[in-house]
T-cell receptor, first 111, second 112 residues
Framework: DTGVSQDPRHKITKRGQNVTFRCDPISEHNRLYWYRQTLGQGPEFLTYFQNEAQLEKSRLLSDRFSAERPKGSFSTLEIQRTEQGDSAMYLC?????????FGSGTRLTVV | DAKTTQPPSMDCAEGRAANLPCNHSTISGNEYVYWYRQIHSQGPQYIIHGLKNNETNEMASLIITEDRKSSTLILPHATLRDTAVYYCIAFSYGGSQGNLIFGKGTKLSVKP
């Protein structure tokens, strides 16, 4: 499979717990993006990396959120002390100039 | 990035052409028009993009007006599997923001 892979597909966690999601981009893509999508809305940008450098962060990315891309390959998104408002689909995308490829997302439910 | 405006929903009969409009009256000269679609519970899927000229690929055609203030995505023979939310985005890869900005899109329902 040469697409963008996200793991896990679904995550249910209790409020206050920490969660970590993983994204494996298409190998030759140097840019990697994280988005969040809530019901009925379009995806909202969170952050992006060019290789291992995190170049931009949205105001949506509170202090409880951290993203890394240590070797410029896969990326992780961690949410600390989860809240019910964090329940959403978290999407990863990777790109070269001209086109983005999205993964299938991780659906997080905070109970 | 320029803001785009799309109707919230549209219906189309199976086998007919689906024409999805998008207004992007403030688009700048270096911004492309991108179309993505999102089928329920999946990530957005790239459809097509263009700058000035009309474009066609195996999925769809993109018609951009001469003044570039609006465009139309055409699915020539819609099937039930084309039921999805369609997003029109004006984007410059080298722009100040390196990310696609999604609106709410158009929910296309293809009916038998």
């Amino acid at each position: 499979d040469t697409g963008v892979s996200q793991d896990p597909r679904h995550k249910i966690t209790k409020r206050g717990q920490n969660v970590t999601f993983r994204c494996d981009p298409i190998s030759e893509h140097n840019r990697l993006y994280w988005y969040r999508q809530t019901l009925g809305q379009g995806p909202e940008f969170l952050t992006y990396f060019q290789n291992e450098a995190q170049l931009e962060k949205s105001r949506l990315l509170s202090d409880r959120f951290s993203a890394e891309r240590p070797k410029g390959s896969f990326s992780t998104l961690e949410i600390q002390r989860t809240e019910q408002g964090d329940s959403a689909m978290y999407l990863c995308a990777s790109s070269l100039p001209g086109g983005y490829t999205f993964g299938s997302g991780t659906r997080l439910t905070v109970v | 990035d320029a803001k785009t405006t799309q109707p919230p929903s549209m219906d189309c009969a199976e086998g007919r052409a689906a024409n999805l409009p998008c207004n992007h009256s403030t688009i700048s000269g270096n911004e492309y028009v991108y179309w993505y679609r999102q089928i329920h519970s999946q990530g957005p899927q790239y459809i097509i993009h263009g700058l000035k000229n009309n474009e066609t690929n195996e999925m769809a055609s993109l018609i951009i007006t001469e003044d570039r203030k609006s465009s139309t995505l055409i699915l020539p023979h819609a099937t039930l599997r084309d039921t999805a939310v369609y997003y029109c985005i004006a984007f410059s890869y080298g722009g100040s923001q390196g990310n696609l900005i999604f609106g709410k899109g158009t929910k296309l329902s293809v009916k038998p």
